[in-house]
T-cell receptor, first 113, second 115 residues
Framework: DGGITQSPKYLFRKEGQNVTLSCEQNLNHDAMYWYRQDPGQGLRLIYYSHIVNDFQKGDIAEGYSVSREKKESFPLTVTSAQKNPTAFYLC????????????FGPGTRLLVL | AQSVTQLGSHVSVSEGALVLLRCNYSSSVPPYLFWYVQYPNQGLQLLLKYTTGATLVKGINGFEAEFKKSETSFHLTKPSAHMSDAAEYFCAVSEGYNQGGKLIFGQGTELSVKP
């Protein structure tokens, strides 16, 4: 079955710690995206990538970093510089072309200890 | 810049009643519009989308939406609500792929269905 997987489902971060969220897709999509969801604010774009070894900042990239070493993988690191990391993080992917559907993973909920 | 406004953060209907969730957008280019549904602690699932062609779009689970350019609206409707429709609904507009291809989301509307 094709789809997007995210792990872990829940993640706990201690003060000053970096944590990495995993996103894998087997849809053979070129583009991948990371969104952050906070209650009452919709989804906001953190980073996106259209091709391996290239990625671009979204609207709220500060305190986050990404890599795209393989087409199917786009991990997100929440660094200690992100002072308010508690949120639901969603990964998405799509083919090239405007109007193409973005498919979403099940999400990772990040909580601060 | 593109933007999306969803009127009403919370809508409550009775089972069997009409569901109407409102979405207005602003876009400097012909918009591509989407409705997604999210159940608690899950990812987003596409309900329907408008790209070109017929302005009345039918989606999954009996939902449909009509693109009205003159009103810059893309409201979501379902003739008869079911308990399983209780979820959060997001309207989104797509930027061009050369601009990142990202989706611009509204704030979401939580739909409650009363028995």
């Amino acid at each position: 079955d094709g789809g997007i997987t995210q792990s872990p489902k829940y993640l706990f971060r201690k003060e000053g710690q970096n944590v990495t969220l995993s996103c894998e897709q087997n849809l053979n999509h070129d583009a991948m995206y990371w969104y952050r969801q906070d209650p009452g604010q919709g989804l906001r774009l953190i980073y996106y990538s259209h091709i391996v070894n290239d990625f671009q900042k979204g609207d709220i990239a500060e305190g986050y970093s990404v890599s795209r070493e393989k087409k199917e993988s786009f991990p997100l690191t929440v660094t200690s510089a992100q002072k308010n990391p508690t949120a639901f993080y969603l990964c998405a992917s799509t083919n090239r072309g405007r109007g193409e559907t973005q498919y979403f993973g099940p999400g990772t909920r990040l909580l601060v200890l | 810049a593109q933007s999306v406004t969803q009127l009403g953060s919370h809508v409550s209907v009775s089972e069997g009643a009409l569901v109407l969730l409102r979405c207005n957008y602003s876009s400097s280019v012909p918009p591509y519009l989407f409705w997604y549904v999210q159940y608690p602690n899950q990812g987003l699932q596409l309900l329907l989308k408008y790209t070109t062609g017929a302005t009345l779009v039918k989606g999954i689970n009996g939902f449909e939406a009509e693109f009205k350019k003159s009103e810059t609206s893309f409201h979501l409707t379902k003739p008869s609500a079911h308990m399983s429709d209780a979820a959060e609904y997001f309207c989104a507009v797509s930027e061009g792929y050369n601009q990142g291809g990202k989706l611009i989301f509204g704030q979401g509307t939580e739909l409650s269905v009363k028995p």
